[in-house]
């Protein structure tokens, strides 16, 4: 530790939050990514929230239809 303060001991920055915005789970490295035009929700860069709305699961899904073949 310095006598001199850095600039981030100066700053009144409140603490990242250690869960995911998305999906609530403990994930201290979540981050968003950009692919192609879309902001992604990631858990650590490579792992996709299971919550994000581009390509995690939707919130109402449709149901399935079963076709019995005759």
Do not use: Y
């Not at 915005?21 to 858990?43: E, N």
């Amino acid at each position: 530790m310095s006598i001199f303060p850095s600039v981030l001991d100066l700053l009144d920055v409140p603490a990242r939050a250690a869960t995911c915005p998305g999906c609530g789970t403990h994930a201290p490295a979540w981050t968003r990514v950009a692919v192609d035009s879309l902001r992604v929700l990631t858990h650590d860069g490579d792992v996709i929230c299971p919550r994000d709305r581009h390509f995690g699961s939707t919130p109402a899904p449709a149901p399935v239809r079963l076709e019995v073949a005759a």
